[in-house]
């Protein structure tokens, strides 16, 4: 039963993400700073969800073990697709944070520095995408 529950969570973090990461593109554009900063939360949940999901499935000792896992070229291409988009939301990451801290201080924001993540973005989105196709190749023997 553990490995349902885990593996229900780390599909979870997918929808959360996937929406989040949707809807922090849309906020980018219409340079919306407080849209931004809600859906970035969500962003940073469904990352939240997928490392802990994640890592407790391949090295915990359920699901097919982490022999499976480490031996599957599928696992590291969709290992490598989350690094990069960990590597690519250092930038925006790093930068909403400087902007949360500016506002709360009630410093004026120019929203316009919002436009600068809309290409990291969407590659961000085309990743999220990605990675239950790769997910679901490795689920079913592929990558061996």
């Known amino acids: 039963m553990q490995n349902v529950v885990f593996s229900a969570i ?4 997918l929808g959360v993400g996937l929406g989040a ?6 906020a980018f554009r219409a340079r919306d700073l407080d849209a931004a900063f809600h859906a970035d939360n969500w962003w940073g949940v469904a990352s939240i969800l997928w490392l802990s999901s994640g890592l407790y499935r391949a090295f915990g000792g359920i699901e097919k073990g982490t022999a499976y896992y480490l031996a599957n070229h ?4 969709k290992m490598g697709i989350f690094v990069l988009v960990v590597l690519l939301e250092l930038w925006p990451m790093v930068t909403l944070i400087r902007l949360r ?4 201080k009630g410093q004026a924001i120019d929203p316009q520095v919002l436009g600068r993540f809309v290409l990291v973005n969407d590659v961000e ?8 196709f790769l997910a679901a190749a490795m689920a079913r023997g592929y990558g061996m």
């Open 101 to 104: 801290i500016a506002k709360a």
């Open 125 to 132: 989105l085309a990743a999220v995408v990605i990675l239950p």
């Open 74 to 77: 599928y696992f590291h291409a």
């Open 10 to 13: 780390h599909l979870l973090g």
């Open 21 to 26: 990461v949707y809807a922090r593109g849309r």
